[in-house]
């Protein structure tokens, strides 16, 4: 029911029977999905059901047991992160994952995509084109007016929107979010949500969220995660409505 | 505004300049040519404690076996002085002239191959810098690409300092041993023992910190600097950026191997001789010592931390012998209690704002807005 036979090649990101075993116990189990060019992808799940795993073996945090991912056609099972990274995939950490002793334009420039070998580092310079990107996105994550303060100064909300303009100005093809709302405020919800709506253009995105509002406002398609296996996967509407989603995870 | 900080803004300057003048012009008028030697002395350890700044301050790698590398540049630099004073003319009592005698000592009839290269002082300098590198280039492979980092990076340097340390002294033979490399006496021809050598040796010494010092500031200006401070907050964001932590960590692992190795060259021809006692754990872990107390985030606190903690030793060491290392021990608890940024730290705090103001008062009335960007776009140190 969630493998639809032989995949096309023109999946942007292929996972499957995607493997791995902590001592024995299967956080990820034969795990298969595929995200296309352009999709905005959401997963949902109770606790533990293994969603932030699934990010951490793609992005190559951990190392998968069995299985494969592919990422336009490349196995990323076997490079290391930065590898990962520099074929196109970005990771937002679920806790907000920013410098805090640098300041904002210092945060967005370490991320800027240039100068990332050590020889690199040494001779990079900090050009009109640095300057102009890293005031461009300061504007889009709101925080244009406080680009030479330390990063530590921030509220909890700035510095998701921090990290999130790191992983713009990155400019991955897949841009993997995980939980981008929690704990915020009603009225950093909004704004989070504005935000994330100019940058998932032109982008594939995996986003894990619980909350359902905000799912249904940005999914293009769900899956549901429960005890490292797909529970149902397919559209809001669809998924919402699947007796077993409601039993093990809306239902509470 | 100005966005970006060329490699040396106008406190590193003033800075660097304050230093300088102490160095070059305030020490050597000062004190007389014993004093002078001995602070030259001195400040062949605070090669090693700007190395530190970087690796451990910045980069938050805490190496307790920089004493490693400076015996590599001490070694190094005592081996080529040491085949210099062999000559066949000087050692024609051996039973083997033309070896070190410790070596004639030691029954070994041949000098050993790894002494070859140091005939040549091009060849001996080139090794001076080449050697520590690749030394750290091994040490800090075999680790960081493992991921192996803080308390378990320590607790291996420190092992490979003691290692490092019973080898130099069960070699005899080819080491000199215990007593280390000694009864060395010219450098290309140039008597290193008298007073005019000694005080050109200071000149040398000074110059060649303020140039490891200016490179220094140059890294920390660079990316590269704003990258070792992001990876040691947040290693994980680094690497998820798309940059490999362990090439950086390697990176600065070298550099201060390679500081600490032209400091342990300038020991050697300062006070001529090497030996293991400033290669094992206590003399590497003074050394961070001396960082700490100098500020692990300051590079010019590195300078006067090294200094300061060495005056102290000299003349307390001199009247009570045995109290020292309590109230060394006493110093670097007290340092990261009380000023986990040590002087630099004080400094920052407690002499700098004063001075800031002062400064300021005056043209306030003009430029009050100017003076608080400048307070909000200068990193604090």
């Known amino acids: 029911m969630t493998t639809i036979g032989t995949p096309p090649k023109d999946y942007l990101l292929a996972v499957e029977a995607l493997t791995v075993s902590f001592d024995g116990f299967k956080a990820v189990n034969d795990l298969s999905f595929y995200v296309d060019e352009n999709e905005i992808r959401v997963i949902i799940g109770p606790n533990g059901a293994g969603k932030t795993t699934v990010l951490d073996l793609i992005c190559g945090k951990t190392k998968a047991t069995a299985g494969s991912i592919r990422f336009r056609g490349a196995e990323l099972t076997k490079m290391s992160e930065s590898q990962i990274v520099l074929s196109g995939v970005g990771r937002k950490f679920q806790t907000p994952s920013i410098y805090d002793d640098l300041t904002i334009f210092e945060n967005l420039e370490i991320s800027y995509p240039k100068g990332r070998s050590v020889w690199g580092a040494l001779t990079f310079k900090r050009d009109q084109a640095v300057r102009d990107r890293v005031e461009e996105v300061s504007e889009i994550i709101f925080l244009k007016d406080k680009l030479h303060e330390r990063a530590a100064f921030l509220s909890h909300g700035q510095k998701q929107w921090l990290e999130i303009g790191m992983l713009l100005i990155q400019d991955p093809e897949l841009l993997m979010l995980d939980e981008p709302v929690a704990g915020m405020s009603v009225s950093e919800r909004i704004k989070t949500a504005e935000l994330l709506n100019t940058i998932i253009k032109n982008r594939s995105v995996l986003v894990i969220e619980h909350d359902m509002k905000f799912v249904e406002d940005i999914a293009h398609k769900v899956t549901v995660l429960h005890q490292g296996k797909i529970l149902s996967e397919g559209s809001m509407q669809k998924v919402k409505t699947d007796p077993k989603v409601v039993e093990v995870y809306l239902g509470h | ?381």
Not at chain 2, 179 to 187: A, V, Y
Request: with cysteine; glycine share 10%.
């Open chain 2, 1 to 381: 505004m100005k966005t970006a900080p060329s490699f040396l803004n106008r406190r590193d300057m003033l800075a660097l300049a304050v230093v300088a003048a102490l160095l070059l012009i305030v020490f050597p008028a000062l004190l007389d040519g014993f004093r002078l030697n001995l602070v030259g002395k001195y400040l062949t350890y605070a090669f090693v404690a700007v190395g530190l700044v970087l690796c451990w301050g910045y980069g938050g790698i805490l190496s307790l076996g920089q004493g490693v590398f400076f015996a590599l540049g001490g070694y190094g630099m005592a081996m080529y002085l040491k085949l210099e004073a062999s000559s066949v003319e000087n050692t024609k009592i051996q039973s083997t002239p033309g070896i070190p005698d410790f070596m004639d000592w030691n029954q070994i009839t041949e000098l050993p191959y790894f002494w070859q290269p140091f005939h040549s002082l091009p060849l001996t300098i080139l090794l001076i810098i080449l050697v520590p590198a690749f030394f750290a280039f091994v040490i800090g492979s075999a680790m960081f690409k493992r991921r192996v980092s803080g308390v378990y990076f320590a607790i291996i340097t420190q092992a490979i300092a003691a290692i490092a340390t019973i080898l130099i002294i069960g070699q005899q033979g080819y080491t000199g041993g215990v007593n280390g490399i000694t009864d060395l006496r010219t450098l290309h021809g140039w008597d290193i023992r008298t007073d005019s050598a000694k005080f050109i040796l200071y000149f040398v010494n000074v110059v060649l910190l303020l140039s490891v010092v200016g490179l220094a500031l140059f890294v920390r200006a660079s990316k590269l600097g704003r990258i070792l401070v992001a990876m040691r907050e947040k290693e994980d964001r680094v690497r998820f950026s798309g940059y490999s932590v362990a090439n950086f960590q390697i990176f600065v692992f070298c550099l201060a191997g390679v500081f600490a190795a032209l400091g342990g060259a300038m020991f050697t021809l300062q006070v001529g001789f090497m030996s293991p006692s400033l290669v094992g754990i206590v003399p590497s872990i003074e050394m961070v010592i001396f960082t700490a107390v100098g500020g692990r985030m300051s590079l010019f606190g590195a300078i006067y931390g090294t200094l300061a903690v060495n005056f102290a030793k000299t003349s307390l060491s001199e009247s009570f012998p045995e109290l020292w290392l309590l109230g060394l021990g006493g110093l670097f608890i007290a340092v990261v209690l009380a000023f986990p940024n040590g002087l630099a730290g004080i400094w920052n705090d407690y002499v700098q704002p004063p001075i800031d103001r002062a400064l300021k008062l005056r043209p306030k009335h003009q430029g009050d807005d100017v003076a608080k960007q400048a307070a909000s776009t200068a990193p604090a140190e």
